[in-house]
């Protein structure tokens, strides 16, 4: 049985991508079995003391622990993919300089993972089968946001991206967080998820992906605390957004900026680079989100 854990970064900023990251174990039988007969089961499937990116990224060492995760859970970067953003390969060399590309990520993911010298935190009930990490920068999160009209539609538009990367051979189920705020996801989003259950505190539905299949979901609040899969993914969308906003601060200094390391939040750093972008000769749709 495979178990796909699913959560997002960067859904709130006003710079940067939206990172949305995928994590597939496969769970061997009789832990199988258990999940089966109850999904919460998978609480205790653990990823040494790991916990949500927000309290790990909070303490020294953390990429280095998320690059370690990172390599464990892709075979050494072997089942680990990355789903650019489209429009990346049309802008402009000066956009392109603020961005990164799928290769430089794995090459700075790489980095990191060298000078780590952790111990392997595999279980023996499970073993991993790959990440996909979809980077939506500024320009694409804008036109899918005209498209869709709301921001939980991007997230499940990219959620659909994500879970169809992966080999659904065999059972499959997909533990995600909760999507912006939303409980009824088949009134929301009637032509994506059907057979609807609700619980205290989780949705347990079925999505329809692109690719016709059928596929069960499980959305909880505050999924990542509650399920270790699911802070896995947080762990490892968290370092490719951090990694995403270096190349961008590294663009900002290369261009001028005197100010402080940008976020990407709604800070004042973030807010003066976004006007000091909008005085640059060149298109910089791809930097940072609209109004």
Excluded at 6 to 18: A, F, I
Excluded at 104 to 124: G, H, K, N, P
Aim: one cysteine or more; hydrophobic letters at 40%; a positive charge.
């Amino acid at each position: 049985m495979k178990i796909i854990g699913v959560d997002e970064n960067g859904y709130g900023p006003v710079m940067g991508p939206l990172v949305v990251t995928g994590v597939c174990v496969e769970i061997k039988r009789p832990e199988a079995d258990r999940v089966k007969n109850d999904v919460f089961h998978l609480r205790k499937f653990a990823f040494g003391d790991l916990k949500e990116s927000k309290s790990t990224f909070s303490k020294t060492g953390a990429r280095e622990k998320a690059a370690h995760l990172l390599f464990e859970a892709s075979n050494n970067l072997a089942h680990f993919v990355v789903l650019p953003s489209p429009s990346l390969k049309n802008c402009s060399r000066e956009e392109a300089s603020f961005c990164i590309s799928p290769q430089e990520l794995c090459s700075r993911v790489w980095d990191l993972f060298r000078s780590t010298r952790m111990v392997a935190s595999i279980d023996d009930c499970f073993s991993y089968r790959g990440v996909v990490c979809a980077l939506v920068c500024p320009r694409d999160f804008n036109a899918y946001l005209r498209q869709e009209g709301k921001k939980s539609r991007v997230l499940v538009r990219v959620l659909d991206e994500i879970v169809s990367s992966f080999e659904l051979d065999g059972e499959t189920l997909v533990v995600c967080d909760n999507l912006g705020g939303t409980k009824h996801y088949s009134r929301v989003f009637p032509e994506k998820f059907c057979d609807e259950h609700l619980g205290q505190g989780y949705v347990q539905t079925q999505m329809i992906l692109s690719t016709g299949r059928t596929v069960p979901v499980l959305f909880a609040v505050r999924g990542d605390q509650q399920f270790p899969i699911v802070a896995l993914a947080s762990n490892i969308g968290k370092l490719m957004r951090e990694i995403a906003m270096d190349a961008l601060n590294e663009g900002l200094a290369r261009d001028g900026w005197k100010g402080k390391r940008v976020s990407g939040y709604r800070d004042i750093f973030t807010r003066g680079a976004v006007r000091f972008l909008r005085e640059r000769p060149f298109s910089t749709e791809c930097l940072f989100r609209a109004r």
